[in-house]
């Protein structure tokens, strides 16, 4: 992707620079400070074009597309260029560690330069072109109020379900949830008296949703409360439309006709709703949210009368259920092979009829090949019900499970993808290095924060945080955002280990090898090529020749 090639040539100039003065001096030195100004420059852009992609009605998508392909190729060829030098002078060096430096070349630098700069002018058009939406200029009064989110919704009731290729999916995941949904009951019907907000969150696919919507639906909870609203954060986030929901919800259950307030501003809105639910008991579902600040804009609208009302919310986010609750978010878990069997099991042959005995033992395998996902147990029930309930073929797909898996792209990994479309810029070179490990490899906590720091992905600023120490920030914040997982930790909390579920993996590699992320194409001689694996072998070259000198 661009901005890792930006992050990586900003590391390769600046340890270029840090090198024996009588290596670079002169034009040289100018034009290592014209490379570093301007993948400064690109860093910036690409970071705003992120925001705008989060904010903005994708109009200027394909802009954003030609700005990155632009600069990652403009990057990547000037970093082939230095490091051959380098290369070069690394190779000249005398072994009897005589002080001796080979001039690194400003000639073989002022093309590079020139199209460094040629992009940055191609660029800063580009910019000029955006019709971007600042979050600092959003009034959160204004009607036209919007915030760009990625949905995860399975279910969706909102008024925008039909626009939503998610929201007509069957309600896949039911067994392995008794447990959840009986503290989650709980919750809601006991005390405190006091407004209370239940907060549940998980990986995408996990059943969260699923979950949300088996206690609304329930006769006790049906019962308990007087009023039933249910709101779906959909990509495109206004608060109107939250408001428009929550009254077409109550306007249902009390048979009363509101058409004329869908004309009121959201002000207005906001206190029709807090009118409507005056005296009554309330449940209030909030389905899929993604951000704080999205909680911030509509956390006002609901009033506390201190008759046990309830809010219940669904995240993807553990930063988004703490803020909302910070005492205690209910985290979803993956199923253990028991209740994935009994998933996959009902899904096949239906929860009141018999499977064949032998078919029990594979499809524990293939359960067990799934690692607890309800999302990719449900998809796999769908394609071995249309196939011969015979042990060879269920062989057969236990063999083939992750091609299966491939082949429903829009059903699992486009919604895992949700939620690395959804990260901060700085965090997806980092979550996409995780492909580069093995299925089921339990990566060590500080292996991987010296890879992140090698490659240039972590940036600092003068009198902050230490590089490994930003490091840790950002594993946590993956973490934090369910797309890397725990596998061990130390006696005193920390992070020890950590891994991928192997779904998640698998959309890692594909937008990997979608963005080039792992591989660049090349366009200098064949001695190049030994900076295939580029950075980290450059790191320890530069190393070397610190110590010689």
Not at 113 to 140: L, N, Y
Request: charged residues 25%.
């Amino acid at each position: 992707m661009a901005y890792a090639g930006v992050l990586s040539l900003l590391q390769t100039v600046e340890r270029v620079q840090q090198i024996n003065p009588k290596c670079i001096q002169g034009q040289t030195a100018e034009m290592l400070d014209s490379l570093r100004d301007t993948a400064e420059y690109f860093q910036n852009v690409l970071e705003e074009a992120s925001k705008i992609r989060r904010y903005d009605d994708n109009n200027n998508s394909e802009k954003i597309k030609s700005l990155e392909e632009k600069i990652k190729v403009a990057c990547s060829d000037a970093e082939d260029v230095i490091e051959l030098n380098m290369y070069q002078i690394i190779k000249g060096l005398s072994l009897t560690l005589r002080v001796l430096c080979k001039s690194f070349p400003y000639k073989d630098l002022l093309p590079v330069v020139e199209e460094m700069d040629t992009i940055k002018k191609q660029v800063m058009e580009i910019v000029s072109g955006f019709s971007t939406i600042s979050t600092r200029d959003v009034d959160v009064d204004a009607d036209d109020q919007i915030l760009e989110l990625s949905g995860d919704s399975i279910i969706d009731t909102s008024s925008s379900t039909s626009n939503n290729p998610m929201a007509n999916r069957e309600d896949t995941i039911v067994l392995g949830l008794d447990d959840d949904l009986e503290k989650i009951v709980k919750r809601l019907t006991g005390p405190p008296s006091d407004l209370d907000i239940v907060a549940i969150s998980g990986m995408g696919g996990i059943g969260k949703t699923t979950l949300a919507r088996k206690a609304h639906d329930l006769p006790q909870i049906r019962y308990h409360f007087d009023i039933h609203v249910w709101v779906t954060i959909s990509q495109e986030f206004r608060t109107r439309n939250v408001l428009l929901d929550a009254l077409h919800c109550i306007s249902k259950k009390l048979n009363i006709v509101i058409e004329e307030d869908y004309k009121k501003k959201n002000n207005e809105l906001a206190d029709l709703v807090q009118k409507k639910l005056k005296g009554r008991r309330y449940l209030f579902v909030v389905d899929d949210i993604w951000s704080t600040d999205v909680w911030d804009s509509i956390g006002g609208i609901f009033p506390d009368y201190k008759n046990g009302s309830r809010i219940l919310l669904t995240t993807r986010e553990t930063e988004v259920a703490m803020h909302v609750n910070t005492s205690s978010p209910h985290e979803m878990n993956l199923l253990n092979i028991d209740n994935s069997w009994k998933l996959l099991r009902d899904k096949v042959f239906g929860p009141k009829h018999d499977h064949p005995p032998e078919l029990e033992k594979i499809g524990k395998k293939i359960v067990e090949k799934c690692q607890g996902l309800p999302l990719t147990i449900s998809v796999i029930a769908g394609h071995l019900s249309k196939m011969a309930r015979t042990l060879a073929s269920w062989k057969d797909v236990a063999k083939t499970l992750v091609k299966i898996v491939a082949t429903h792209p829009d059903k699992c990994l486009g919604v895992l993808g949700l939620s690395y479309h959804h990260l901060p810029i700085h965090l997806k070179p980092c979550f996409l290095s995780m492909g580069s490990f093995p299925e089921d490899f339990h990566v060590e906590t500080w292996r991987l924060i010296q890879l992140w720091i090698a490659e240039g992905f972590i940036r600092t600023s003068e009198g902050d945080k230490s590089s490994e120490e930003v490091a840790v920030d950002y594993l946590e914040e993956l973490i934090s955002r369910n797309l890397i997982m725990v596998r061990k930790r130390r006696f005193n909390g920390e992070i020890k280990a950590c891994g991928m579920h192997d779904l998640m993996r698998e959309f890692c590699l594909k937008e990997a090898n979608a963005t080039n992320f792992m591989h660049v194409e090349r366009t200098q001689p064949p001695e190049s090529r030994l900076f295939q694996h580029k950075t980290t072998m450059f790191a320890a070259s530069v190393f070397k020749l610190n110590i010689l000198m």
